[in-house]
């Protein structure tokens, strides 16, 4: 990320020293890389994905936590009725469903995290294969990516990017 600052930082340093005049003759593009992963058909259809494939674990873990919160009921309201024994075997119970349910649900994120990532990871190489080849087709002599400080949108080319993921 810190290389990647840099890199714009010197391009920017360099287009500004290159005065005003000299500045006209570059073709500057930008690309909103949250807008594209938010937009483009392959990052759609990656988010369906990673639903479709974590779709039955996420019901195991509803389907559990619907479990402990009817314990959790069960021993609020019959609590004070039941024998010292069965309402300790109720909160054994209620306590090693908890500490599983937290357990799931942690694994959960992790591994719905690391398959984001992945599927990020992918995109991310494509959308730079696009950039490239829309840089090299229609002679831009730099593209800038986000964080930006400021990009106009006559520059930005977001739209083309998306539209070129769109159409592979």
Known sequence: MLKRWMTMTAAVALLAAAGASAAADYKIGFV????????????????????????????????????????????????????DADRRSKERDLANQSRDLQRMQREFREDINLRKNEEISALQDRANKVIQQIATSEKYDLILQDPVVYASQRIDITDKVIKALSDK
């Not at 974590?54 to 479990?67: G, M, N, P, S």
């Open 32 to 83: 909103n890389t949250e807008r594209l992963f938010r937009e483009a058909a392959p990052a759609k259809r990656a988010q369906a994905k990673i639903e479709k494939e974590f779709a039955a674990r996420d019901a195991e873990i509803q389907k559990l936590a619907k479990q402990v919160r009817d314990l959790q009921a069960s021993l609020d309201r019959d609590g004070a009725t039941m024998s």
